[in-house]
């Protein structure tokens, strides 16, 4: 089955700084591909998406870059700010799976130091 | 719309008892799902619903078992609570979309506690 894997687990910045989550898969038949952010207290919450047909997806200060070749996507973040501060999950799911595949991987804490 | 409404938010268990974790969405979405979340482990998904009446094994369903009467509610049962089941629970829904697959919208988690 799928298994995903997330680099780093921590990660601290200065704000203003840039940020950078990478996430590997195992499945080449994966081709959807969503980032989570998770604040403290609360449910995780989709922050940006990616299809296997696009290689990379803007929006605002993030950004997921995707190689299907290489099997690995990453969000960006760009000019970090304090309220950026939180758990990011990355996921997979195969197109051979059901809605029920969503393969999650074990998360990075970001801290942006003001 | 509230979104996805989970009860209650924390609860403590003594070994062996039952327990039921509510979970409600107010968006019609067919999909429900319930993970847990251990520190450091990302999330495991235990049980889903594809819509009233169906329900399906994730990838840890011992100990748990769930049932869809509804659209709105997908409760989960603890029938035996052991402390390897303490963790946060989280309720999670999606419409369905094209492709099959669509983002989760989960609730504020239920923290529970075996002891």
């Known amino acids: 089955g799928e298994n995903v894997e997330q680099h780093p687990s921590t990660l601290s910045v200065q704000e203003g700084d840039s940020a950078v989550i990478k996430c590997t898969y195992s499945?080449?038949?994966?081709?959807?591909f969503p980032w989570y952010k998770q604040e403290l207290g609360k449910g995780p919450q989709l922050i940006i998406d990616?299809?296997?047909?696009?290689g990379e997806k803007k929006d605002q200060r993030i950004a997921v870059t995707l190689n299907k070749t290489a099997k690995h996507f990453s969000l960006h973040i760009t000019e970090t700010q304090p309220e950026d501060s939180a758990v990011y999950f990355c996921?997979?799911?195969?197109?051979?799976?059901?809605?029920?595949?969503?393969?999650f991987g074990k998360g990075t804490k970001l801290s942006v130091k003001p | 719309n509230a979104g996805v409404t989970q009860t209650p938010k924390f609860r403590i268990l003594k070994i062996g008892q039952s327990m039921t974790l509510q979970c409600t969405q107010d968006?019609?979405?067919?999909?429900m799902y319930w993970y847990r979340q251990d520190p450091g482990m990302g999330l495991k998904l235990i049980y889903y619903?594809?819509?009233?009446?169906?329900?399906d094994k994730g990838e840890v369903p011992n100990g748990y078992n769930v049932s869809r009467s509804t659209t709105e509610d997908f409760p989960l049962r603890l029938e035996l609570a052991a402390p390897s089941q303490t963790s946060v629970y989280f309720c999670?829904?999606?419409?369905?979309?094209?492709?099959?697959?669509?983002?989760?919208?989960f609730g504020n988690g239920t923290r529970l506690t075996v002891t």
């Open positions: 999670a829904s999606s419409p369905p979309a094209a492709g099959g697959i669509s983002p989760l919208h």
């Open positions: 499945d080449s038949a994966s081709n959807y």
């Open positions: 990616i299809r296997s047909n696009v």
């Open positions: 996921a997979a799911i195969s197109s051979r799976g059901s809605q029920g595949n969503l393969i």
């Open positions: 968006m019609n979405h067919n999909y």
């Open positions: 619903s594809v819509g009233a009446g169906i329900t």
